[in-house]
Structure formats: C-alpha cells, structure tokens
C-alpha cells in the first residue's frame, strides 16, 4: 500500500505488521481523525478458551482502544450454532446453547486482560439479534440483498465444493448471519469498521454490502495477515496442539515456553505484533545475533506472559525456566539432548530413552512404575503422558544422580 496514514492507530498498526488489506484506507484514515471510531472483531463460541492464534486481532483491538477508539468484542452466541464454513473441509459439530455461553464466559476471562471495558470497550453477543429472528421477515427484507452466484464465487466457499466436499444449508447461510451482525452493531452502536483475518474478506464485505444497501452508510473492513512461522508452521500451534490463552488449560510455564522457543528470524516480528515495546527495539532486539538472541526471546516472552498472565507469572515463569536451564543445582556439565519439532510430542518413556537415561522403553516405564522418574523435579506417574513442545526446555531426573536436559533443537 503506497497510501500513508495520518491517523494514530492506522500509523500504528502499519509500523507494527497488522494490516493485510483494507476497503478504504484513506476513507478510513479520514473517519479515525475526525474519531473516536467503533469498531468490532467476532469470534464465536466454538472452544472454552481462545488461543495464540487469536491474539493478533486481540492486541489489534487492544491498539485500537489504545488510540483513542471503541472496540466492540462480538461474541458469537448465535452464529456458533450454525459455524463458520470458510476453509474448512467439514461442517463444525454442533454445540448446546448452555456449552456456547461456557464458551463465552472463558473467553471472556482473556478478553478482560487486554481491554478495559470501564473505559468504552463494549462486548456484545450476536444471539440477542439472532435468535429472535423471523426466518420469512428475514428472507424478505435481508436475505433479497445477497446474490447466491455471488455467495458461491468467495474463495473460502468456492474451494470446499471444487473438492466436492459437502456444504451444508445451514452453514451457507453463516455468511449472511455475519453480514447482518454488521448491520445490527451499526443500528446499535454506530459501529462503522469490522476488523479480522484474511480469511474473513469475503464474510465482511458482505456486511460492508448490506449496511450500504440496507441504510446506505459508509463503513470500512479491515484485515490482518494469516500469519505463519518462518519454518512454516500455523502460528497458534505447537506439536501438542493448540497454545491456549486460558491457565485452565495450559499452564502460564507452558505459554512462556511457547515464546520463549520462538524460531530466531521471528522475534523481531513477533515482538512488533505481540508486545507493545517501541518499534525501533523491537527491530534492535531482532537483528541480535548468536546467544544475544535469547536475551531478546526471553523479553518476548516475559512481555507476553505479562499481558496474559501478569507480570508476577511471567517473572515466576522466567524463574523456573532459569533454574532448569542452570541445571536446578546439579551442576553446570548438566547433559543437554535436543529435539527437533517433528520429533514432539514425544510420551515421557520415549523422552528418556532418547535422553540416555533409560535403555528401552520397557526400561523406561520400569523406571517410572518405581517412581525414580521426574520431569522439572516432579514425579513422573504415566509413562504415556504427552510431552510437547511448549513445554520444553525440561530437566529430567533418572533415580538419584542421572539428569540430563531437553531442549528444543
């Protein structure tokens, strides 16, 4: 984009790698200085928690209220129960309204993090519009509006039936659900700009269409990159599974860890999008070489963990990391094993076996049933138990004075 923004938030978010596309930049530019703005990001209801696939529209809505705007959390109360079909191969199961509204109440613990709702953010439910819908009414006066040759040439549909992978009625009809949400936040809130990933383009310039048709009313999209580690991986996943945001299911030690393992060509622009340290650190802590690199990762992931977590658990977090990597005690010649990605997750007998403390599995899990097994000095009880990623660096402990140390490799 050649077009320079005048406005704070827009100035930001292009210095800092959030923008991927938008409808109208200098429109938008325009609104923002006259300001304040409303805008809103989505999110239904599918899991109990969010995960580090989130967080770049989570800290985006954070900068937006940073600069001076409202940001709206649209809770997906209504359109979890149909699921949004885009990219995906197969229709998302169904949830029960009480698993839904479970759903919002632990999302909304992480939301409570990043944005400060006494001061003007808003979180809204789109189930207070959606489910006292009358299907005719709705045919008649919103569903006229959408053309279903139109519907059927966006990417995120059309891929899935060139597969000739089944596509639901009900989900078809997500994206019209989504449109009308934009409709109902600009009724409501005066809501003029809905943000998302790149993925959503097509969800939202179907609502930007509406509005416009419906109460002829300029208002804006705007996208964020689908982003990927540089070794190509998704970000918000790790070899475990997904990193998630809430403590209930994945330990502040395991999120520090997560971001502490960040490949060295992505801390830069990790520290850009996820902290809110100035630019210019964040490309000085970047461009570090060699072992001045870990310094700037253990920054990233202390200002992480910080936001999430607070500051004490990205301290304590630190501490414990510390102490594992200095051995705990035992010694500075620690053994140090390390593990590829496409080696984890790894069971624990496997992890002592390829760290020399154990000679075969059945020697492993004979070592664990005695209870002469521990993993960060905590007893080892399943010789099953999953280790990922996340969770390394780890010290292991082999009867009393065999100890060795994994690594992410």
Same mark, same amino acid.
């Given at each position: 984009?050649t077009?320079?923004?005048?406005? &704070? ?30 805008a ?23 900068w ?8 709206i ?14 990219? /995906?191969?197969? &229709? /998302? ?19 409570? $993090? ?13 189930? &207070? ?42 989900e ?15 009724? /409501? ?31 804006f ?11 190509? $991986? ?9 990193v ?8 502040p ?14 801390v ?12 210019? &650190?964040?490309? /000085? ?36 990391? $510390? ?18 990605a ?28 005695e ?39």
């Amino acid at each position: 984009m050649t077009y320079t923004p005048r406005s &704070e938030f827009l100035t930001t978010i292009m210095e800092r790698g959030f923008l991927a596309d938008c409808t109208d930049l200098q429109g938008l530019d325009d609104a923002l200085r006259r300001g304040p703005v409303t805008a809103y990001i989505g999110y239904d209801a599918t899991a109990a928690s969010l995960h580090v696939g989130h967080l770049l529209n989570i800290m985006l809505l954070r900068w937006f209220q940073k600069t001076g705007n409202k940001p709206i959390t649209l809770m997906g109360g209504g359109t979890t129960k149909v699921g949004d079909p885009s990219f /995906r191969a197969e &229709e /998302r199961p169904l949830l029960t309204p009480a698993q839904i509204d479970a759903n919002i109440a632990g999302m909304q613990r992480v939301f409570d $993090r990043y944005l400060n709702y006494d001061a003007g953010a808003l979180m809204s439910n789109n189930a &207070e519009w959606l489910d006292a819908l009358n299907y005719l009414d709705f045919l008649r006066d919103i569903g006229r509006h959408f053309s279903v040759n139109r519907m059927l040439s966006f990417e995120s549909v059309k891929s899935r039936l060139d597969r000739e992978q089944s596509l639901s009625f009900l989900e078809f009809n997500y994206m019209i659900l989504q449109a009308y949400d934009f409709l109902e936040l600009y009724r /409501r809130h005066d809501c003029v700009l809905q943000m998302g990933g790149s993925d959503q383009w097509g969800n939202i310039v179907n609502g930007i269409d509406l509005t416009r048709r419906v109460l002829d009313a300029q208002i804006f999209g705007l996208t964020t990159p689908l982003l990927t580690t540089s070794d190509g $991986r998704k970000m918000g996943k790790s070899q475990g599974g997904a990193v998630w945001l809430s403590s209930d299911m994945l330990s502040p030690y395991e999120f520090w860890q997560f971001w502490r393992n960040t490949t060295d060509a992505d801390v830069g622009r990790f520290l850009k999008l996820y902290t809110e340290l100035p630019v210019a &650190e964040c490309d /000085r802590l970047g461009a570090l070489g060699g072992a001045d690199i870990n310094a700037a990762k253990v920054i990233l992931a202390n200002a992480v963990t910080g936001l999430l977590h607070g500051p004490d658990a990205a301290a304590t977090a630190e501490a414990t990391a $510390r102490a594992v990597f200095e051995a705990g005690g035992v010694g500075d010649d620690l053994p140090t094993f390390a593990l590829a990605a496409d080696e984890l997750p790894v069971s624990a007998a496997q992890l002592f076996v390829r760290a020399g403390l154990a000679a075969s599995g059945k020697d492993a899990k004979r070592l664990i049933a005695e209870g002469g097994a521990r993993i960060d000095d905590e007893a080892v009880t399943d010789a099953g138990l999953m280790i990922a990623a996340a969770r390394l660096p780890v010290k292991l402990t082999a009867g009393k004075k065999r100890h060795a140390l994994v690594k992410m490799a």
